[in-house]
């Protein structure tokens, strides 16, 4: 039987019989050196990367709906892993974290994200049947506390909220719940603060709401001493109240800079200025838990962080089946800073946000992630990392929004959307915490930096655009001739 004038090329790119030509394409250089890699096994591949990145979540008693703790737990659900580590930093990504890789700083304190080589590794171990592998390889197993954990450490102090109740299909509440007082004796300085809901949602549900199976979607929250009606006795943060960071779905825990403790007064009460309750489809008996971790007594703080809500709730204008769409909202620091946390605040629509800085006509990309409302994170920079802006920078946050079918959070998505309170509208928010500066500890923090990075720096600095700008030596004071007043 003849082939043709093909059969030639046939016998280079591909196989030839029965008279059909099949060429094959030929395999990328990241292909190959897959396919050219040792066998990827549980015991010695994936496992590691599980006890890292997925079991604080992924075991009984805590959040995740599977665990991962052996081999057997993980095996049926290989083929997911792959997905859902694929994702990256977009919504649905595991494990829930969302900076992207090619922008910006790249140094977070508690980053459990995986590498590109941890990802191809899972993708491997799912391709190739997920083998068990030999179990001397097999690391040895994490020890957790029974019962869900905290995940900044075990608490010097933990307060529980009012329990409440949420009905199966009732509406988004919004509102206030009486004040809860803290049994402390002695003013204290707190070093982190973690918020756990508990609570016995049923998954049996069937619904997949925002936030999955929790129903208090945030918690706007202070600490102050109240009057025997409940009512705060001097309500101004400035004065008489502590902010703290506001509680979101899935958030993970806040840990002050630790020469900036927050301070936690005796006699005071956790006043709930505003929560948001939402449904899961079951009735649900929900409270929160505050845990606090201390400074030891006698610490005194030589820095204070503030709270930082850089926003623009007047000009959201989303319309409709139309994705990337763009927000904007711009804060000019009145005085240096750094940057403690990066924490986008978006709703249903929202896809990522970017954290820029403006100097004169320098202007750096900081921070990049993508959105999940399922999963509202913050991301705290890493202490050599963190941006020491000048007095006079500009912030500017942009959003981007998807208002078409590919948003599973959309429930119609031919409908026009402004600001608003419930999930499925909108709000544009970086929520995240800002130390500000003297113009002496400026001028500390840029050199440290500069000794941190050595005298081989880039010329360009992400996050610190006045680094490589070195003050001059100050001028000894002239000294006074003879018969001259100084």
Known sequence: MAVGKNFGLALITGTAFFGVVLYVTPMSAQQQAAAAAPEVTFTRDIAPILQRSCQNCHRPGQVAPMSLLTYEDARPWARSMKART???????AMPPWYIEKNIGIQHYKN?????DEEVAKIAKWADTGAPRGDMKDMPVARVFPDGASWHAGEPDLIVESPEITVKANAPDWWGEFAPTLLPIKEDRYVKSVEIREVNNFSNESGRQTVGQRYVWHHLIWATAPVDETGD???????Q?????????????ADVFDETAGVLLKAGSSIIYQSAHL???GNDVKSKLMFGFRFHPVGYKPLKRTSLHSLANALDID???NEANQQLHAYEVLSQPAKVVTFEPHLHAPGQRMCLEAIWGFNIQTLTCAGYDHNWVRQYEYDDDYAPILPRGTILHIIGYMDNTPNNKNIPDP???QGSGNRSIANMFIDLGQIMPLTDAEFQAEMAKRREKLGPNRPDVIVG???????????????????????
């Open 86 to 92: 694929a994702i990256r930093d977009k919504a649905g």
């Open 111 to 115: 980053d459990p994200s995986l590498s």
């Open 240 to 252: 008489g109240a502590v902010g703290w960071p506001v509680h979101e779905v899935g958030r993970n």
């Open 414 to 416: 031919r409908n026009w």
């Open 232 to 238: 705060p006795l001097d309500a101004s943060v400035t």
């Open 318 to 320: 989303i319309k409709p």
């Open 278 to 280: 939402h449904s899961g």
């Open 464 to 486: 610190c655009p006045l680094c490589n700008v070195i003050p001059p030596p100050a001028t000894p004071a002239a000294t006074a001739k003879p018969g001259q007043q100084q």
